[in-house]
């Protein structure tokens, strides 16, 4: 083949594709050194190219979670260091509460102690609601589930009839109603005369009692619950009491009658459900209800609904008939009736629990890695003074401070409860967070593998295409100077 022609030059043509070749070597080279990626088109290789961006989508999204995942982790703090100042606002108002106890301080003291109570509890109050992330309230709560289990019509029992003769009958007399849901646990019998004795049982967390009981054969004992009159145990005298001879004999025959001696099984108390009646047609709970099992009534010829839990009792006043109604009690129980109330006529009365779910809390949500369903809920429970049942204590009496003691232990329970859950919270968010800055580092790695440039290659590349392109350079000049020389032998 003749390199050289009158029409063409394939030596100078070819040393050109060369030159071209290595120009373009040396240009990519440049490129990669200058971007720091090798990939620096689709071409130069699509399927890393693909893997990269991917990986470069996925690095993008995790570094938005880890911002997540720290904004998350500062709520929790917000809501932690409040309940952290709740529960030593908590501590002093059980401290006041234990001082204005003692019987050595006047009236006026008791009185200024109060004082400096309600001031307290207001702020415990203000540290709730207050506590928020971006306008959103952390502590205030949601509102309460509610589940009715009916009307009371009677409390059933286990009760057996005694190894003591001619006692007790060993049945529950239908005068037995109210509130009561537990098991027989002690009875105490005292004498209050000759013929009359005091007699205390315990069931569940009440204490039933009756004073001056006097045993009458085919009679009925009837015992009132001490924290609500409205719950009432009746047990049957057997027909002939003869047994009954002294303190000792009347308590044998009840605790026997009650399972109560070892190797016996004790009574259980049940309250049973009916249909509702009289227009009470049901209850709500707000975020402030403590949780519990609870028992709402209204009593004939009064104009007085109760709440009682088996400890506590609320009252609220209703006195309209024919109207739709809701009265509210003091925990954030609600009581609705519809327009067939009558005032005066009694309400049989309806059981319910009061549950603390989600819906008792405040709930956010934190997407955490990728993929959408990668979440994280944080649950922050109300502490709010209705949440935890401390609203409208005082300790201006003995009695009230007694009772403000009890239930502001309740009260920090639930408190550290709350803090401890949050807590565990915050400490999966830490985990989360390290586990994160893991993951975008591997990534970043992987990553770099795929696409990056290898810069002491890329120099390499670049010094020996840019070298071969001048050597092409000078190739293709002498290349081309053939072409002369074939001119000059045409000439001579």
Same mark, same amino acid.
């Given at each position: 083949m003749v390199d050289v022609t009158g029409l063409s030059n394939l030596s100078a043509l070819q040393t050109q594709n060369n030159m071209k070749k290595h120009t373009t070597s040396a240009a990519d080279a440049i490129a990669q050194l200058s971007s720091g990626t090798r990939l620096i088109k689709a071409s130069s290789d699509s399927s890393a190219a693909a893997i990269s961006k991917g990986m470069s989508s996925d690095i993008s999204v995790l570094n938005q979670t880890k911002i997540n995942a720290s904004n998350a982790s500062s709520l929790i703090q917000v809501a932690a260091s409040a309940m952290n100042d709740q529960l030593s606002l908590l501590t002093s108002l059980k401290t006041l509460a234990t001082k204005a106890a003692d019987a050595s301080l006047s009236p006026t003291n008791r009185g200024l102690v109060n004082n400096e109570y309600q001031q307290i509890l207001q702020q415990t109050d203000d540290v709730a609601n207050r506590a928020r992330w971006n306008g959103v309230s952390l502590m205030t709560g949601g509102a309460g589930t509610v589940t009715l289990s009916g009307v009371v019509a009677q409390a059933t029992a286990s009760v057996v009839a005694p190894t003591l003769a001619n006692s007790m009958a060993g049945t529950v007399n239908a005068a037995t109603t109210g509130f009561i849901d537990g098991t027989a646990t002690d009875v105490?019998?005292?004498?209050?005369?000759?013929?009359?004795?005091?007699?205390?049982? *315990?069931?569940?967390?009440?204490?039933?009692?009756a004073e001056g009981a006097v045993p009458t054969a085919g009679g009925i004992l009837t015992?009132?619950?001490?924290?609500?009159?409205?719950?009432?145990?009746?047990?049957?005298?057997?027909?002939?009491?003869?047994?009954i001879v002294s303190a000792a004999t009347f308590q044998q025959g009840l605790e026997e009658t009650l399972g109560i001696p070892a190797g016996l099984l004790n009574a259980t108390f049940l309250s049973q459900s009916t249909a509702a009646n009289n227009g009470l047609t049901g209850v709500t709970a707000a975020s402030s209800a403590p949780t519990g099992t609870y028992s709402v009534r209204y009593d004939a010829n009064s104009d007085v609904v109760t709440l009682t839990n088996g400890e506590q009792k609320w009252t609220q006043s209703i006195a309209t008939t024919g109207a739709a109604q809701t009265i509210s009690f003091a925990n954030g129980i609600s009581a609705t009736f519809d327009n067939t109330f009558v005032v005066?006529?009694?309400?049989?009365?309806?059981?319910?629990?009061?549950?603390?779910?989600?819906?008792?809390?405040?709930?956010?949500?934190?997407?955490?890695?990728? *993929?959408?369903?990668?979440?994280?809920?944080?649950?922050?429970?109300?502490?709010?003074?209705?949440?935890?049942?401390i609203n409208g204590t005082s300790v201006d009496t003995i009695t009230n401070a007694d009772n403000a003691s009890n239930l502001l232990q309740v009260a920090i329970d639930r408190v550290n409860g709350a803090f401890s859950q949050i807590g565990a919270q915050q400490k999966r968010l830490e985990s989360t967070q390290n586990n994160l800055t893991n993951t975008v580092t591997n990534l970043e790695s992987a990553r770099a593998n795929v696409a990056d440039a290898d810069i002491a290659a890329s120099?390499?590349?670049?010094?020996?295409?840019?070298?071969m392109a001048q050597v092409s350079n000078v190739a293709l000049s002498q290349s081309l100077g053939l072409t002369q020389q074939l001119l000059s032998i045409v000439r001579t």
């Open positions: 105490v019998v005292n004498i209050a005369s000759a013929t009359s004795y005091d007699v205390s049982i *315990k069931v569940g967390e009440q204490w039933f009692t015992l009132t619950s001490t924290s609500d009159s409205g719950s009432r145990i009746a047990l049957d005298y057997a027909a002939n009491v003869g047994g005066g006529t009694s309400v049989t009365p309806m059981t319910f629990d009061v549950a603390r779910s989600a819906a008792n809390e405040i709930s956010l949500t934190f997407q955490l890695a990728e *993929k959408s369903t990668d979440t994280l809920t944080v649950d922050i429970a109300g502490t709010t003074i209705q949440a935890l049942g120099m390499t590349n670049f010094t020996i295409s840019n070298t």
